[in-house]
């Protein structure tokens, strides 16, 4: 088979690394910035994160979309673990162009050349923005319920309280004091009675109100909350009172207070309100979240990400402790962390081992807080397994591309050695020897001499094939017809006849397609006349609206596509027919030609 080109397989190369690029397109921002931190390549993710157009972008430094959340020293750091070769990873706040923020988990490798030194760093990143925003959430939550619960108990201490007295033996006279009337938006000293008061009681809780008043005459107790309307407002007050009997348990006074608990009733309400956002935020994280008690190192809560992450239930996760879900050669490190008091200050990634034994790579994002009166770290953990597994597998694929692109090197030099070795240097060599020899038989000069520029005129259409086979044809809108025609020529086909049929739009066709077209040709063409022994070759290029069909066929040797299907040549072929969306099939048996 026919050793491929450094161009051809450079082609390939490319596709390959087109497909690894719109993998990380979807999942990763990516830049590569030079030695100085300036930015040479910006992936799409980049440019629609950040909002800056990709010419903005090359040749800026970093510092183009810093937020200025971190100090210098976290950069100085950075550069000092990524310059001396290793990785480095954080979290970084960037600022995009239109203003607004967002944070990206971010690795930095450095990129190795030949010779082993630095020559270019890449960056990937993965948006975190919504993971920090819930953690906030969850702590500004957390810093409402216990603003309220302390506004609940100031309100309790210094709530406005009225008084009222019922004298029976004087009319059932009611007397209320000034704050009473204040409460009920009442003109102080207003003649009132039990069925005034009863009026402004809220329609809704009137029969609540008058039942409890006369069970009240019975039992001699009266605490009830019920709601009542003045002129302004609906509000909520608390009643208590005291009742004196006669001897024949007859009422013959009661005093009692009034107290308004409006604003006590909407911190409750907002304080339920608040609970319930925070269980909805905690349980509809996408990131597994956890509440760990500071002493005993106890899970207290764990939401519903948390409970399909690791697989154990609510119930079997309140009889765990961190150490069950680390893996045993991490416990020591993790005990010294604990009783350190630097555990809540380490987001390293870890190892965590899942209910049924799976490993998982995390990320953990902890913090220290109070929760329900203990001290507690509130624990986010981001699954960082398949992002590690991918990273992994791209640093490989950049090795086995500089691996590729050494290799096709080394064949590309091999092949032309080969060829100016076998062909252009051994007519050389005779037309020397004719040369030679017109010094000791003058009488044959002219033969000699003849015969001596015929063989290097066979030379040179060599070194032009050869140069056919290695530059890419200059195309122009409408001349691949042109260069199919002259490249058919050019090759030595001996009793082989062509039959060439060509309607194409040319003007129609990317340039890009016409020289993969063109390239498909010559590289079947070659693998016939080398190796096929055919006497008759069709070569059919047609348009039809938006396809081209290209089909090549020969009446030779054949061979076992079993045995072959994987040649560079046909490989080529395949690559170069997918790069445009096309479909390649091949038909030949031995002995049978090729299609």
């Known amino acids: 088979m026919q050793r491929p080109s450094a161009r051809k397989l450079h082609d390939d190369i490319l596709q390959t690394l087109r497909a690894y690029q719109v993998a990380v397109n979807e999942a990763t921002i990516v830049s590569i910035t030079d030695l100085k931190g300036n930015i040479i390549y910006v992936n799409q993710h980049f440019i629609e994160v950040s909002k800056y157009s990709e010419d903005e972008l090359i040749g800026q430094n970093h510092r183009i979309i810093n937020s200025g959340y971190h100090d210098k020293s976290y950069f100085r750091q950075m550069w000092e673990k990524i310059g001396s070769g290793q990785s480095w990873r954080g979290e970084i706040k960037n600022k995009a162009k239109d203003g607004s923020y967002y944070w990206v988990d971010t690795v930095i490798t450095p990129i190795l050349d030949k010779q082993g030194k630095i020559f270019q760093y890449l960056s990937l990143r993965n948006l975190i923005t919504t993971q920090k925003e819930n953690e906030e959430r969850l702590l500004a939550s957390q810093q409402v319920i216990i603003k309220r619960e302390k506004q609940l108990n100031l309100a309790q201490q210094v709530s406005k309280t009225g008084s009222w007295v019922l004298t029976v033996p004087d009319n059932n006279r009611l007397e209320w004091s000034l704050e009473t009337y204040h409460i009920f938006e009442v003109e102080p000293g207003t003649e009132m009675t039990y069925e005034k008061f009863l009026e402004m009681v809220h329609p809704d809780d009137r029969k609540f109100v008058h039942n409890n008043w006369q069970e009240a005459l019975t039992t001699g107790l009266y605490h009830i909350e019920h709601r ?163 990273e992994e597998e791209l640093i490989q694929a950049e090795h086995n591309r500089q691996k590729d692109i050494i290799e096709a090197e080394e064949n590309s030099r091999s092949q032309i050695g080969m060829e100016l070795h076998d062909n252009v240097n051994q007519l050389l060599v005779a037309s020397r020897l004719y040369l030679q020899r017109i010094q000791t038989s003058p009488d044959q000069s002219p033969y000699l001499l003849q015969t001596a520029l015929d063989i290097l005129g066979d030379a040179l259409d060599e070194i032009r094939k050869l140069s056919a086979t290695l530059v890419t044809p200059l195309l122009s809108n409408n001349n691949l017809k042109e260069l199919i025609e002259d490249l058919l020529k050019n090759y030595t086909l001996f009793n082989a006849a062509i039959e060439l049929k060509i309607d194409i739009k040319e003007n129609t066709i990317p340039q890009g397609l016409k020289t993969n ?62 790069a445009y969306s096309g479909k390649f099939s091949i038909d030949t048996e031995i002995n049978k030609g090729c299609k």
């Not at 008759?536 to 054949?558: E, H, M, P, R």
């Open 228 to 390: 009542i309307v003045t002129k302004h407002a609906e509000k909520w007050v608390s009643e208590r009172a005291h009742f004196e009997f006669d001897k024949t348990s007859n009422l013959t006074s009661a005093l009692g207070t009034v107290q308004d608990i409006t604003e006590i009733k909407k911190i409750e309400e907002s304080l339920r309100e608040s609970k319930k956002l925070y269980k909805t935020l905690f349980n509809t994280s996408p990131f597994a979240v956890g509440i760990v008690d500071k002493t005993t190192h106890q899970f207290l809560e764990v939401n519903d990400t948390a409970i399909s992450l690791y697989g154990y239930s609510r119930e079997e996760f309140m009889q765990l402790t961190l150490f069950d879900i680390r893996v045993t050669e991490e416990h020591e490190k993790m005990r010294m962390q604990l009783f350190g008091e630097r555990y809540a200050g380490d987001n390293s990634i870890r190892c965590h081992r899942k209910k049924n034994g799976e490993i998982l790579f995390i990320e953990p994002s902890i913090t220290t807080m109070h929760y329900k009166g203990r001290q507690v770290y509130l624990i986010t953990i981001n699954d960082i397994t398949l992002k590690l597994k991918f």
């Open 517 to 578: 077209i063109y390239r498909i040709i010559q590289e079947q063409i070659s693998n016939i006349t080398k190796y096929a022994g055919a006497t008759k070759i069709n070569v059919s290029l047609l348009q039809n609206d938006s396809f081209i069909d290209l089909y090549i066929a020969d009446n030779g040797k054949g061979f076992d596509l079993k045995q072959s299907k994987k040649g560079i040549g046909l490989s080529n072929i395949m690559y170069r027919t997918k």
